[in-house]
Nanobody
Framework: QLQASGGGLVQTGGSLRLPCTAS????????LGWFRQAPGKEREFVAA????????KYADSVQGRFTISRDNTKNTLFLQMNSLKPEDTAVYYC????????????????????WGQGTQVTVSS
């Protein structure tokens, strides 16, 4: 089970840090990702991180502003969001995918097996 939190209301240019905690054992055997869904739009990929944490991938729209990281000792995934824009407003979801390969990552939401409930991020202009 995944539990995302940390969402809220922030002004343009502000920052938020989203944690996602997992109750699953063997947390370090899962590739992890963040996705988001804005009102009236389909869910989209934001960022992903490999089991080891050494490999990451970002959507072009957040590259350079967002940072994904993980703490395998605390079963927690993070998304640090800086320089937030109104177009970042969405419900943010964390997701996990079992992977045998330590550096495997994917932006394909169909490959993720487990999902958190989502946390709302609203950026005011």
């Amino acid at each position: 089970q995944l539990q995302a939190s940390g969402g809220g209301l922030v002004q343009t240019g502000g920052s938020l840090r989203l944690p996602c905690t997992a109750s699953k054992r063997n947390f370090n055997q899962y590739t992890l990702g963040w996705f988001r869904q804005a009102p009236g739009k389909e869910r989209e990929f934001v960022a992903a991180i490999s089991r080891s944490g050494r490999s990451t991938k970002y959507a072009d729209s957040v590259q350079g502003r967002f940072t994904i990281s993980r703490d395998n000792t605390k079963n927690t995934l993070f998304l640090q969001m800086n320089s937030l824009k109104p177009e970042d407003t969405a419900v943010y979801y964390c997701a996990a995918r079992y992977s045998r390969l330590p550096e495997s990552i994917t932006f394909d939401e169909g490959q993720y097996e487990y999902w958190g409930q989502g946390t709302q991020v609203t950026v005011s202009s």
